[in-house]
T-cell receptor, first 108, second 114 residues
Framework: TQLLEQSPQFLSIQEGENLTVYCNSS?????LQWYRQEPGEGPVLLVT?????EVKKLKRLTFQFGDARKDSSLHITAAQPGDTGLYLC????????FGTGTSLTVIP | NAGVTQTPKFRILKIGQSMTLQCAQD?????MYWYRQDPGMGLKLIYY???????DKGEVPNGYNVSRSTTEDFPLRLELAAPSQTSVYFC?????????????FGNGTRLTVT
């Protein structure tokens, strides 16, 4: 079974601060997706990265895929309360495994 | 378009009881998944299906069973409920695996076993 570790597990920051969360795999990703989940709802896709070294930007969110395709990071610039949620990475193979999650709270 | 529909939304079971969590999708997706999520944690894959008539175990299949008789429906069966099965259960579907096919999730079933 593939192990996807995310860090930190919990993060509480003030509005306007920057932050980075990480996703590390015990094996090479097929491709990697990042999801955000709000309380009481299912996760929603943010981005898919496929190629080692790939960088994608989604407004204030920057996603980076490691060169060896075994790790990824999500950087948020000038965090806002609306960014609060659980951030999950996932490997998109047949079994679609998810990581352990990072719970982010942005305090106004 | 309803997407992925899960029923019920909430359920309380006594130890040893059985129940079926229903999941239906109307997007003609081949791939369907069942996950459980404990508070503040990520999703653990219980079972998945790559098409009608085909199912396979995920990370935590013990205590659960599934069937996939149609493309649309993927019910999850708990035969002898245990307190360790208290969790939120999510069903998801996708057109295929890999990029760029995302998972579409239902809104979850919150199950308590006492």
């Amino acid at each position: 079974t593939q192990l996807l570790e995310q860090s930190p597990q919990f993060l509480s920051i003030q509005e306007g601060e920057n932050l980075t969360v990480y996703c590390n795999s015990s094996s090479v990703f097929s491709s990697l997706q990042w999801y955000r989940q709000e309380p009481g709802e299912g996760p929603v896709l943010l981005v898919t990265v496929v190629t080692g070294g790939e960088v994608k930007k989604l407004k204030r969110l920057t996603f980076q895929f490691g060169d060896a395709r075994k790790d990824s990071s999500l950087h948020i610039t000038a965090a806002q309360p609306g960014d609060t949620g659980l951030y999950l990475c996932a490997d998109t193979g047949n079994q679609f495994y998810f990581g352990t999650g990072t719970s982010l709270t942005v305090i106004p | 378009n309803a997407g992925v529909t899960q029923t019920p939304k909430f359920r309380i079971l006594k130890i040893g009881q059985s129940m079926t969590l229903q999941c239906a999708q109307d997007m003609n997706h081949n791939y369907m998944y069942w996950y459980r999520q404990d508070p503040g944690m990520g999703l653990k894959l219980i079972y998945y299906s790559v098409g009608a008539g085909i199912t396979d175990k995920g990370e935590v299949p013990n205590g659960y069973n599934v069937s996939r008789s149609t493309t649309e429906d993927f019910p999850l069966r708990l035969e002898l409920a245990a307190p360790s099965q208290t969790s939120v259960y999510f069903c998801a579907s996708s057109y295929s695996t890999g990029s760029p096919s995302p998972l579409h999730f239902g809104n979850g079933t919150r199950l308590t076993v006492t």
